[in-house]
């Protein structure tokens, strides 16, 4: 089993900050990609920034510049620094982490949401 923990989320003003965490933890031999998504009322889950273990990143496109995402890899850990905070960010983040349990075995494992709201 693997159990993905966040936190940070919360209610910002338009042109705020937040940080959010996400921690993996459980029966996990390695993690390739970790990343973040986020679901707004009524609308799909979209990715919002992915980093793989050697540091490469990927963005949306409606983020760039303003989201900054990394990873500690020895806790496990992904984070994503959202600057520039507009009402149209506000949606539920995920987390998720591409691990693998044991070798052969991987699991798409996801976190239970974090609720950002950008509102003044």
């Known amino acids: 089993q693997v159990q993905l923990v966040e936190s940070g989320g919360g209610l910002v003003q338009p042109g705020g900050s937040l940080r959010l965490s996400c921690a993996a933890s459980?029966?996990?031999?390695?993690?390739?990609?970790m990343g973040w998504y986020r679901q707004a009322p009524g609308k799909q889950r979209e990715l919002v920034a992915t980093v793989t273990s050697g540091g490469a990143t990927n963005y949306a496109g409606s983020v760039k510049g303003r989201f900054t995402i990394s990873r500690d890899n020895a806790k496990n850990t992904v984070y994503l620094q959202m600057n520039s905070l507009k009402p149209e960010d506000t949606a539920v983040y995920y987390c998720?982490?591409?691990?693998?349990?044991?070798?052969?075995?991987?699991?798409?494992?996801w976190g239970q949401g974090t609720l950002v709201t950008v509102s003044s």
């Open positions: 459980g029966s996990i031999f390695s993690i390739s990609a």
């Open positions: 998720n982490a591409v691990c693998t349990v044991r070798v052969g075995l991987h699991l798409d494992a």
